[in-house]
Nanobody
Framework: QVQFVESGGGKVQPGGSLRLSCVAS????????MGWYRQAPGKQRELVAG???????NYVDSVKGRFTISRDNAKNTVYLQMNTLKPEDTAVYYC?????????WGQGTQVTVSS
């Protein structure tokens, strides 16, 4: 059974930065295409960034140039560096493989961007 534990969220002012981390338990982490997802209040969960097993990356248009996804397979960890944060980035952020697996959703980490 694989589990993902997210951390690193918090409250920041617009223009600020945060770095999220997601640690995976279990084996075969390096084989997964990993994604960071977010869900804002009243909205559906969306995939914002993905990274393949050979470090190919892709991003939703709204975060391109501001967010960077990376992974450290030796630590079973995927990161999301978020810069120039905007109020519309406020959401609970989750990691999960791409495509997502319902049983792998963790608690997520809250990111609030507000002055």
């Amino acid at each position: 059974q694989v589990q993902f534990v997210e951390s690193g969220g918090g409250k920041v002012q617009p223009g600020g930065s945060l770095r999220l981390s997601c640690v995976a338990s279990g084996s075969d982490f390096r084989a997964y295409v990993m994604g960071w997802y977010r869900q804002a209040p009243g909205k559906q969960r969306e995939l914002v960034a993905g990274i393949g097993s050979v470090d190919t990356t892709n991003y939703v248009d709204s975060v391109k140039g501001r967010f960077t996804i990376s992974r450290d397979n030796a630590k079973n960890t995927v990161y999301l560096q978020m810069n120039t944060l905007k109020p519309e980035d406020t959401a609970v952020y989750y990691c999960n493989p791409v495509p997502s697996t319902s049983s792998y959703w963790g608690q997520g980490t809250q990111v609030t961007v507000s002055s």
